[in-house]
């Protein structure tokens, strides 16, 4: 008996090593594709960066219903880096229109004087 059937080890078996935890090689639980974020994103945040968040859920989706659950785990990664970097851009724009309104109003406040 060899060492690999004593110990129920497939040599042949390949086992994925990566940078990040989230992986580990197997049939992940759920591999999560962001498409309706990314798609309520489109509709009321940004535009540009929810398109791109949608591209990247529907790569997730089908990669993962075609079994590559890594591919799937990276498109899902992306479509959640596009997500965050759209609404961190639409709430800079938000609190920066508030300021330069709410500063354009006091100074016409103070002309008014």
């Not at 090593?17 to 989230?22: I, K, N």
């Not at 992986?23 to 929810?50: K, M, R």
């Not at 990669?63 to 959640?80: D, F, I, L, M, R």
């Amino acid at each position: 008996m060899s060492e690999y059937e004593k110990n129920d080890v497939n040599p042949y078996a390949a086992s994925y090593v990566g940078d990040d935890d989230s992986f580990s090689g197997g049939t992940p639980q759920h591999v999560p594709d962001y498409l309706v974020w990314a798609i309520l994103e489109t509709l009321f945040c940004c535009v540009p960066f929810g398109v791109i968040g949608i591209i990247y859920a529907v790569q997730a989706n089908s990669a993962k219903g075609s079994g590559n659950y890594h591919q799937a785990v990276e498109n899902a990664k992306k479509a959640k880096m596009y997500l965050i970097i759209g609404i961190v851009g639409w709430a800079v724009i938000c609190v920066a229109y508030i300021v330069i309104f709410g500063i354009a109003a006091a100074t016409n406040n103070i002309n008014m004087n």
